[in-house]
């Protein structure tokens, strides 16, 4: 919806719709709510309540603290009051923050509580950086595991599972971004929330995979090296699409998952590398689902 701008006595004035004025019942004179976020301002017929600070207890729950602290990292909490029990809780709380949650940082700590405060930079210019980031991390790691799969690499194959963790990370910001309010609508939020997930979910994978291989020391078969190879060059092809989308390039992209699923089904029919064949399967699904997301984006 567009409207004018109008200039009275110095001042720029817009005006409301008269469907909204009407269904939330506003008089003249009454105040509403405004929120100025980067480029965009929203407007509120009630007080605009954002959650800021949160109060929990893990003493009893040690084995979730962590999923919890990282829930409230991303859903925008920035003042985190967090009571535990033992020295195991408190460290596993400690590397988390180091490792998973920008901007998250320890500023009180007794015996049996710490206080965990934000001091990111929020900004739509840091969420685009950190989004290009997340693909060229994940570019790399699906090289990286392809030629250390070739070669027996197992160091390598190491290396693909710390980078796991900076797209954990980086994901995990991103996802706090977008319940800060960074993008331009709800519904663009909730896909882009989506959407990280799904790069994140690609990301582990790869970890799995790279375990996979590591643990048993073993070699993917040629067949399955070759359409490892070819998941790679479709997601290669998405990050071109997510930056300059075509709809026809995506398409094709859909089209090559489809054939590769079914040749990875007739292989495990015939009982030929069942467990690699999953595993592809697995980063096949990753890829459709990132599909669906690249078309919502869009």
């Given at each position: 919806?567009k409207r ?121 210019e840091e ?159 990753k890829l ?11």
């Amino acid at each position: 919806m567009k409207r004018k701008l109008l200039e009275l006595g110095g001042s720029v004035f817009v005006s409301l719709p008269s469907i909204y004025v009407k269904s939330n019942n506003l008089k003249k004179g009454q105040e509403i709510e405004l929120e100025i976020i980067d480029n965009s301002v929203i407007i509120s017929s009630t007080p605009i309540i954002k959650e800021s600070k949160r109060n929990i207890d893990i003493s009893n729950n040690h084995k979730i603290g962590k999923r919890y602290v990282t829930a409230l990292y991303r859903k925008g909490i920035d003042d985190i009051s967090l009571n535990f029990e033992g020295m195991k809780s408190l460290l596993a709380v400690k590397k988390l923050i180091e490792t998973d949650t920008i901007g998250y940082e320890i500023i009180k700590q007794d015996k049996d509580n710490i206080n965990i405060k934000d001091f990111s930079v929020k900004s739509t210019e840091e969420y685009n950086n950190i989004i290009r980031r997340i693909w060229l991390i994940l570019l790399e790691n699906s090289k990286e595991l392809l030629n250390a799969a070739k070669t027996n690499d197992f160091v390598a194959m190491q290396l693909v599972r710390l980078r796991d963790k900076d797209i954990n990370k980086f994901s995990n910001f991103c996802c706090r971004l977008v319940f800060k309010g960074s993008l331009s609508s709800f519904s663009q939020s909730v896909i882009s929330y989506n959407f990280l997930r799904n790069l994140e979910a690609m990301s582990d994978s790869y970890k799995e995979l790279s375990i996979y291989l590591r643990e048993e020391e073993i070699n993917l078969s040629e067949q399955s090296y070759r359409y490892f190879e070819e998941t790679i060059n479709i997601l290669e092809e998405y990050y071109n699409i997510f930056y300059k989308f075509n709809l026809s390039k995506l398409n094709d992209c859909v089209l090559k998952i489809r054939v590769i699923e079914k040749k990875i089904k007739l292989n495990i029919n015939k009982n030929k590398s069942v467990r690699e064949s999953l595993y592809i399967m697995s980063i096949l699904k990753k890829l459709d689902e990132i599909a669906s997301n690249l078309v919502e984006l869009n």
